[in-house]
């Protein structure tokens, strides 16, 4: 089992609709995938229709019963919580609190929900930033992915991004003990790149240089979580994903 989690430091950049994808396509191979979404904004459970608002991600953080739904063939949820802006705030200055997810799937990984023989994949859709849900996921990941889009100052947010990201594991590592095992691996993927335009061309030969390079989405409209208002079919999934596919291949056996 492979946990990713997708950050990035600015909004908007595509952070939902790549895992949203992503596991759309992992699924249609039959990867059985959990998505844990700790978007504030919810944009990935309000796609799936899974607003219930009760059980939510929010427990991992407070104890209180968190729920996994199906939400898909081959995708279950942990449903986003509008309320974690005010949760991270009062987990200001409490000791642990950037491990809170770590505790969690360890208590459920091999007993009570047993994830590790349900899952191939775990995808978590973070909220823009490195608050604590976004530091708690950094915690349990194998590969973190810094979502990013050809804009003027891209190097910058690049630089402070890789920056807050090794302090981050740095930060956790201590917390938990002298030992570092919170040893995510670290990549950039390129997100609405238009080869039309010279600014985006100049923006991927640059990425390519770029050590934590790992592949780049093109910008269209059908990549969008937009499209999928109504859940689709595993064969129109499969036709949408041709153009992506090389991408999420990449991602998959990212090392
Ligand atoms: N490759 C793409 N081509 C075209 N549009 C895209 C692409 N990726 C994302 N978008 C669009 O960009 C907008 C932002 O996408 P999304 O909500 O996935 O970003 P986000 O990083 O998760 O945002 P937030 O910071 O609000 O969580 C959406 O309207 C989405 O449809
Ligand atoms: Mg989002």
């Not at 609190?97 to 859709?125: A, E, G, P, Q």
């Not at 991408?247 to 998959?252: C, G, V």
């Amino acid at each position: 089992m492979r946990t990713y989690s997708f950050i990035s430091i600015q909004g908007n950049v595509g952070k939902s609709s790549i895992v949203y994808n992503f596991s759309r396509y992992l699924a249609s191979k039959d990867y059985k995938v959990l998505i844990i979404d700790m978007d504030h904004q919810c944009s990935i459970s309000r796609v799936f229709k899974c607003d219930e608002k009760i059980n939510t991600v929010k427990g991992i953080f407070t104890n209180e019963k968190v729920k996994i739904k199906n939400v898909s063939e081959n995708i279950d949820l942990i449903e986003g919580s509008y309320d974690l802006d005010s949760v991270e705030y009062q987990m200001i200055n409490q000791p642990n609190s950037d491990t809170l997810l770590l505790r969690w799937l360890s208590t459920n990984m091999n007993k009570n929900l047993k994830l590790s023989s349900k899952y191939d994949v775990i995808l978590i859709d973070t909220n823009t930033g490195f608050e604590s849900s976004t530091r708690n996921s950094i915690a349990v990941s194998d590969i973190v992915i810094n979502v990013d889009v050809p804009i003027s100052d891209s190097k910058r947010f690049k630089d402070i991004t890789l920056k807050q990201f090794k302090e981050c594991v740095v930060e956790i590592s201590d917390s938990i003990s002298t030992k570092s095992y919170v040893k995510p691996k670290y990549y950039v993927v390129g997100n609405v790149v238009n080869l039309v335009f010279e600014d985006s061309r100049l923006y991927i030969e640059e990425l390519k240089e770029s050590d934590d390079y790992l592949t780049y989405f093109i910008e269209k409209n059908s990549f969008s979580i937009e499209k999928y208002q109504n859940n689709s079919n595993t064969k129109e999934d499969s036709d949408l994903f041709k153009p992506y596919r090389d991408s999420f291949e990449k991602i998959l056996s990212a090392k």
